[in-house]
């Protein structure tokens, strides 16, 4: 996160917005966490583990979409319907 979703101040390193005061300690967990479901997925499609890739994968974007992750959706989506990987 770079900018406080309330004030939309650039963000350090602190828990704390310095213009606004907003506790941001909940959501920089989140965006660990999906960041954690990424590298996972990341694991998961490197192992060949495309359902696990998936899931690891719909779940990250559940707590913080980003483009990375979309962007490896479309690619299992893509591969599964142009690749047999029976």
Not at 4 to 11: D, E, I, Q, S, Y
Not at 13 to 20: F, G, H, I, V
């Given at each position: 996160?770079?900018?406080?979703?309330?004030?939309?101040?650039?963000?350090?390193?602190?828990?704390?917005?310095?213009?606004?005061?907003?506790?941001?300690?909940?959501?920089?967990e989140?965006?660990?966490?999906?960041?954690?479901?990424?590298?996972?997925?990341?694991?998961?499609?490197?192992?060949?583990?495309?359902?696990?890739?998936?899931?690891?994968?719909?779940?990250?974007r559940?707590?913080?979409?980003?483009?990375?992750?979309?962007?490896?959706?479309?690619?299992?989506?893509?591969?599964?319907?142009?690749?047999?990987?029976?």
């Amino acid at each position: 996160m770079e900018r406080c979703p309330n004030c939309r101040a650039r963000l350090g390193e602190e828990a704390n917005c310095r213009r606004c005061g907003l506790d941001l300690s909940r959501l920089i967990e989140t965006e660990q966490a999906a960041e954690r479901l990424l590298i996972a997925g990341v694991g998961h499609l490197l192992a060949d583990e495309r359902e696990a890739a998936r899931q690891s994968l719909l779940r990250s974007r559940a707590l913080h979409d980003t483009d990375l992750v979309g962007s490896l959706l479309d690619f299992l989506k893509y591969s599964e319907k142009h690749f047999n990987h029976g």
